[in-house]
């Protein structure tokens, strides 16, 4: 009885946590996250390595989350042929999430203003519940660490500056089971992504965006990037559902260096995103 009874509190648990599960708000230069296909902005053979950081902050003395931690690899191994590797750190209470994964992205090109990618990625995640952390005593032991595996999926279209992309993530939707009952489970989640980059005159760069998120539920970001001389970057996003304002803010350092900063704010949950991206290129 008493196990049931720590299930159904680790299934609540992790229930609260997954409505805040982690999302970069630096939506360029990160939306290889959300889309396999995404994230190579030309054909050229380039590497590129990101590390980004959020920190949630929430107005209630019980609640202490540690910082999200992204990391992120992309690579063409030739002009048209695409590789990542990425790493997520997301913890909360007893409930740690590790998730390693591998992709691969193939372009083709119809001609110099318009190609279109495939991309798919082998997904790893690798869970672990402490139970030093959790405050019940009980007699059974659930802890260790858990391992489900899944797949996304997603494409791209472009055309000059416009970008079309779609893309699948936890397709197989794998649970980690005790006992019969799914404690862990991936979300699976599809994401549309529409923006159109266009420049008036040669440094001053502007880029309308719409991103569609179905998981739980959907989530509709709508925003404008604006680009000064291709070395600093200001964004406005409005998460609709949840009234929530993100404002990000980038600045290019020589050729390889790039530093982003957000903060984001929601009207009716009241909670806190600060982020910091740091992106070489090479």
């Known amino acids: 009885m008493k196990k049931i009874l ?3 509190l680790i299934c609540l648990a ?41 920190k949630k902050w929430v107005d ?39 998730l390693i994964y591998t992709g691969y992205a193939k372009t083709k090109e119809f001609s110099s203003n318009s190609r279109i990618t495939f991309g798919a990625r082998a997904a ?17 032991s659930i802890g260790g660490s858990y391992f489900s595996p899944d797949l996304d999926l997603g494409i791209q279209y472009q055309w000059k500056g416009l970008i079309l992309a779609v893309s699948g993530k936890n397709l197989f939707k794998n649970s980690v089971n005790i006992e019969g009952e799914p404690i862990i489970q ?5 994401n549309t992504l529409l923006s159109f980059q266009f420049y008036l005159g040669e440094k001053f760069g502007i880029a309308p965006l719409v991103f569609l998120s179905q ?35 980038g600045t290019q350092v020589g050729e390889t260096l790039h530093f982003g900063i957000a903060v984001d704010n929601s009207s009716l949950l009241g909670d806190i995103n600060t982020d910091l991206f740091i992106r070489g290129r090479f």
């Open 6 to 8: 720590l299930l159904f």
């Open 14 to 54: 992790f229930r609260a946590q997954g409505q805040g599960d982690f999302r970069p708000s630096i939506y360029f230069g990160n939306l290889n996250f959300y889309n396999p296909a995404l994230g190579w902005e030309s054909n050229e053979e380039s590497q590129e390595i990101s590390l980004y950081f959020q």
């Open 60 to 98: 209630n003395i019980v609640y202490d989350k540690p910082i999200n931690v992204f990391a992120n690899y992309l690579g063409s191994i030739s002009a048209n042929n695409h590789i990542s590797i990425g790493y997520v750190y997301d913890s909360y209470s007893f409930y740690t999430r590790n």
């Open 124 to 140: 790893f995640y690798i869970d672990n519940i402490n139970e030093e952390n959790i405050s019940q005593d009980v007699e059974s």
């Open 186 to 190: 991936n979300q699976r989640e599809f």
């Open 215 to 249: 998981e739980r539920s959907l989530i509709t970001d709508v925003g404008l990037n604006l680009n000064f001389s291709k070395k600093i970057d200001i964004s406005y996003l409005l998460r609709i559902e949840e009234l929530r304002s993100i404002i990000t803010l």
